[in-house]
């Protein structure tokens, strides 16, 4: 990382002049006060503390409740730009669509031989009892996060699909209203695509999947697995913005067929359960008997089209990192076309010779484990010691089908307002899909994740990283 | 309404009423100990009692004085009742609850929980105590006003009023089961200097030392005392005012929801005591068996309202 100057920055060209989506912003902030600039990000900070805005981190007791900090310059995107990705997205989560559906009923991909049997029948997230079971709507994921990259003007790559429980839309809704408050001025400069719709679509979209057994209107809840999750702060914003329940496990039990919710008047039906519990805490006479977070039962009500859960179980195969590599051929395999967003090149370290590479070359690549996720338990050759690079090889060789491996990509910058000006850093972005019957609908823009560190290529909240506004401008 | 969210919101208000009673109770302990050095360690033992905390207390303290008194109250976590620990649980409940409140509630609970803790970070010095205690009322009055401000009238307000008032009762009955006492007529016959300072403590307890004298000029007389606090239904820290609201708001939650339950008999039957009462019959029985059984009422109401509405199950 020794080199910064061959990452390609999105608000300054090579030469240093302005690039065209940030024409108008760059003027702006040429002519602002450091000092006033410094002021509204401590008023920034104190709404986040003021609001709750917060997460948890787990393992870290003294910090339990932080804030993910926030960027003030925002990062901008052009109508073309944006064109390429929706259309890329669209055409990706359609395809994990049809793979789950597959991979639950038929496995025509599998008979195909175009992914290995193996990696299917042997992977812990595959869901057996999803087997036949038809979700209502035919819709696996009603929300996904696709994490991209850039690398240069015109290079975008597909990081990871999230496609179970995706977090962080509160971040991406909250981060506008807080510029909006900050800098109304740059909004009615800059035509800004608006994104606070996502809680209106989003509960649409859901009640649009209720189940057969729904009568009426469709009751959505969202369960979350309590106060001390990390991302609880999100659940209950969510909920409260769609007008949703916001239930636990134990608020909830099996009555007359139909999962039901205490209220203050006896049990009440729901009909839509938008769950930010994992497939294993989901149901413990179905998957994990120990699991205290989620309702005994609620499965078989699902198998007998009494509720829509949001994510489907066993959508986890879908975005499994081992999987990843193959999306490309799914995507041809069910829309006959070219993936339009390109995978990042990823080897296999369960395949002998890809294994050979990767411990040849563990300097140079991220490794990552196959079902981790948050940037736990990865490892970042080119920032990583020697000692760290022996011990991470052990761990590999013990378990090698558990990793794959990733060149370092040279992740695009945005600059970040720093005491001593803008510095250039590292971003990735994760757009939300909302999927229902009828429509794939995308929020223009979605999460820019930064690292605030330095050359640092790891963006995770957990990790130290933080949150930037993200404007796809009008056409 | 989820039943659960109906239990957080009883309790969020009733821990913020809490904050706000055991502020009381120590700035009238101060009031005395700076006034009356004497009798101060037998004020701060009995304000321990009516804070409810006298066995956890004399498990980690020795002696009543000033400053292990306050700290406990205040600062304490092992004392589930203190400022910091109610104020922790009143704020786990809003966040608990947050799809319930209005953005300005949430925000003013919240900031009332940085503030507080913040102030309570260390041992409040003596001659901070004025300033904390009145930074802590101030707080607790913001989340109320902006709960009248906002809320809609619907079943969430009532669930945290009834959570408050039922607070209250408990609160002013406590003090006067501790202090019933100095109210005796035997005892005020004395009418000495040490029993002026006594009543003024009661009044002060539930910051009614004012209220009183506008009403009564300045024949300030524990029968008097007694009337104000359990039957005078313009007083905000009475039972009967206390009372009136309870019923009330479980009246709107029966309107409401078209359902009676228990609870609502059970309510009737407290408000209806009070009302056909009158202060010389409660001297009759007893004004000491007359507040214990009340105590015992309101606290069986509560688990009633609990049950009726399934907070728990």
């Known amino acids: ?475 | 309404m989820l039943g659960k969210t109906a239990g957080d919101l009883f309790w969020m208000f009733r821990c913020l009423e809490r904050i706000e009673n055991t502020s009381r109770l120590i700035d009238a302990g101060f009031r005395i100990a700076l006034t009356r050095h004497t009798s101060a360690a037998e004020e701060w033992a009995s304000i321990i009692s009516t804070a409810g905390a006298r066995e956890q207390f004399l498990e980690c303290h020795n002696e009543f004085d000033a400053s292990n008194v306050v700290d406990f109250l205040l600062r304490d976590t092992a004392n589930p009742s203190s400022v910091v620990s109610s104020m922790e649980a009143a704020r786990n409940n809003a966040r608990l609850v947050r799809t319930a409140l209005t953005r300005e509630v949430f925000e003013a609970t919240n900031e009332c929980w940085m503030t507080l803790k913040e102030l309570l970070k260390k041992p409040v010095k003596e001659r901070e105590l004025p300033d904390a205690l009145s930074t802590i009322r101030r707080q607790a009055a913001l989340v109320r006003a902006a709960l009248h401000g906002t809320m809609l009238r619907n079943d969430i307000f009532n669930f945290g009023r009834i959570g408050t008032f039922l607070e209250r009762a408990d609160n002013t009955a406590r003090i006067l089961d501790v202090k019933y006492y100095v109210l005796l007529p035997s005892i005020s016959l004395v009418g000495s200097h040490l029993d002026n300072v006594q009543w003024d403590m009661i009044l002060r307890s539930v910051s009614a030392q004012r209220s009183y004298r506008w009403l009564n000029g300045g024949d300030i007389n524990p029968k008097g005392i007694a009337d104000f606090l359990i039957l005078d239904g313009r007083l905000p820290r009475s039972l009967a005012y206390c009372f009136i609201n309870i019923v009330d708001n479980l009246e709107y939650l029966a309107t409401n929801y078209g359902e009676r339950h228990d609870c609502h008999e059970q309510a009737n039957a407290l408000l209806d005591r009070l009302n056909s009462n009158t202060i010389d019959n409660i001297f009759e029985i007893g004004l000491h068996e007359f507040i214990e059984e009340f105590v015992a009422d309101n606290n069986a109401l509560g688990q009633q309202i609990e049950m009726d509405y399934r907070f728990n199950g």
Request: with cysteine; glycine share 8%; aromatic share 8%.
């Open chain 1, 1 to 475: 990382m020794e080199d910064g100057a061959k990452f390609f920055d999105e608000m300054y060209g090579e030469d240093g002049s302005v690039r065209n989506p940030y024409n108008k912003y760059g003027e702006w902030i040429e002519d602002e006060q450091s000092a006033r600039l410094s002021k509204k990000v401590r008023e920034a900070e104190t709404v986040f503390r003021r609001t709750g805005i917060t997460f948890n981190v787990y393992g870290n007791e003294q910090a339990a409740e932080r804030l993910i900090p926030f960027d003030i310059v925002p990062r901008i995107i052009s109508a073309q730009e944006w064109a390429r990705l929706e259309k890329g997205i669209k055409q990706r989560v359609r395809a994990i669509n049809a793979f789950l559906h597959d991979i639950y009923h038929r496995q025509e991909i599998l008979r195909a031989g175009r992914v290995p049997q193996n990696l299917i029948v042997g992977n812990e997230v595959f869901l057996p009892q999803m087997m036949g079971v038809q979700p209502p709507g035919n819709v696996y994921t009603h929300i996904v996060g696709i994490d991209i990259v850039r690398t240069a003007e015109n290079q975008f790559y597909v990081l990871e699909d999230n496609a179970r429980t995706p977090s962080g839309v509160s971040y991406m809704l909250e981060n506008r209203e807080t510029m909006l408050q900050m800098f109304p001025e740059l909004f009615s400069e800059t035509k800004v695509r608006d994104v606070s719709n996502y809680p209106a679509n989003l509960r649409r979209s859901l009640a649009a999947c209720a189940p057969p057994k729904c009568e009426g209107k469709p009751v959505v809840a969202v369960l979350t697995p309590g106060i001390h999750n990390s991302a609880y702060y999100e659940h209950s914003f969510l909920a409260d913005q769609m007008g949703a329940e916001l239930v636990e496990g134990h608020d909830l039990r099996i009555v007359n067929g139909r999962v039901a919710m205490r209220t203050t008047q006896g049990y009440a039906p729901i009909d839509v359960l938008y769950r930010r519990v994992d497939d294993d805490y989901l149901d413990p006479l179905n998957f994990n008997p120990i699991s205290q977070l989620g309702v005994p039962g609620v499965f078989d009500v699902y198998r007998s089209e009494g509720i829509t859960i949001a994510n489907a179980p066993g959508t986890g195969i879908s975005d499994d990192k081992a999987i990843y590599s193959y999306l490309p051929d799914i995507i041809e395999f069910y829309t006959g076309e070219q993936a339009i967003l390109e995978n990042v090149p990823t080897w296999r370290c369960s395949e002998p010779e890809s294994l050979t590479y990767v411990l040849d070359n563990l300097q140079d690549l991220v490794v990552k484990e196959v079902h981790g996720s948050g940037g736990y338990g990865m490892l970042v050759g080119p920032a990583a010691s020697k000692q760290e690079l022996s011990s991470f090889a052990k761990k590999l060789k013990a378990k090698p089908a558990g990793y794959i491996a990733q060149p370092t990509l040279s992740l695009s910058t945005v600059p970040i307002f720093t005491k001593k000006g803008l510095a250039p850093r590292h971003v990735d972005l994760r757009p939300f899909v909302l999927v229902s019957p009828n429509e794939i609908n995308i929020t223009p823009g979605g999460l820019t994740r930064v690292a605030l560190k330095e050359g640092s290529l790891v963006v995770n909240s957990s990790q130290g990283g933080g949150t930037k506004d993200t404007w796809v401008l009008e056409e």
